[in-house]
T-cell receptor, first 124, second 111 residues
Framework: DAMVIQNPRYQVTQFGKPVTLSCSQT?????MYWYQQKSSQAPKLLFH???????NEADTPDNFQSRRPNTSFCFLDIRSPGLGDAAMYLC???????????????????????FGAGSRLTVL | QKEVEQNSGPLSVPEGAIASLNCTYS??????FFWYRQYSGKSPELIMF????GDKEDGRFTAQLNKASQYVSLLIRDSQPSDSATYLC???????????FGTGTRLQVTL
């Protein structure tokens, strides 16, 4: 089945020790997103790639970086994790960019997000 | 004012009853509206999306959109214990290229 796969599912790191989370997709979607979700909070968009174009959210800390070496893979790098970075990190994909000019393309699900299972990060 | 607001709950309904989940949004130019279900410790999964005013039905689920009043709701008929989860409302604002999520409403379906 086509899907979005995240690894690792659980990651424990020490304060300040770099972490890389990976996401792969077999959906051949153009857009890949990274969300951060803390307990009982809404998923918060960190950044997304539309094909190779990187789009960073204005309030995403510099501590968070991303790479998309090819269509199928996307990585989230946390350079110096702090205690406040403990969260579930969700990778998602969509066929087209959310906000595509015609909302009617959305009727076909073009900008529907498909989420991976998530990577839960614990910082000690 | 939050961009997307949901009552955090928990909303408790007996098995077989109708659960009604509500979501209001601030951007009048919002175009598209999505409901995701999230089980504890799991990732969100899409239930349905709606773009036009009115109702959209899919099995036991009905999404209702009222753009004039800026709210979208999700009705779950014949609620089952397996429906117990957090339901996230997500809105595609008219001026943004991202989905904004609400904090979710936790639904508990009791036996």
């Amino acid at each position: 089945d086509a899907m979005v796969i995240q690894n690792p599912r659980y990651q424990v790191t020490q304060f300040g020790k770099p972490v890389t989370l990976s996401c792969s997709q077999t959906l051949n979607h153009n857009v890949m997103y990274w969300y951060q979700q803390k307990s009982s909070q809404a998923p918060k968009l960190l950044f997304h790639y539309y094909d190779k174009d990187f789009n960073n959210e204005a309030d995403t800390p510099d501590n968070f970086q991303s790479r998309r070496p090819n269509t199928s893979f996307c990585f989230l790098d946390i350079r110096s994790p702090g205690l406040g970075d403990a969260a579930m990190y969700l990778c998602a994909t969509s066929r087209d960019q959310v906000g595509s000019p015609s909302p009617f393309t959305s009727a076909a699900g073009a900008n529907v997000l498909t989420f991976g299972a998530g990577s839960r990060l614990t910082v000690l | 004012q939050k961009e997307v607001e949901q009552n955090s709950g928990p909303l408790s309904v007996p098995e077989g009853a109708i659960a009604s989940l509500n979501c209001t949004y601030s951007d009048r130019g919002s175009q598209s509206f999505f409901w995701y279900r999230q089980y504890s410790g799991k990732s969100p999964e899409l239930i349905m999306f709606i773009y036009s005013n009115g109702d959209k039905e899919d099995g036991r689920f009905t999404a209702q959109l009222n753009k004039a009043s800026q709210y979208v709701s999700l009705l779950i008929r014949d609620s089952q214990p397996s429906d117990s989860a957090t339901y996230l409302c997500a809105v595609l604002a008219g001026t943004a290229s991202k989905l904004t999520f609400g904090t979710g409403t936790r639904l508990q379906v009791t036996l």
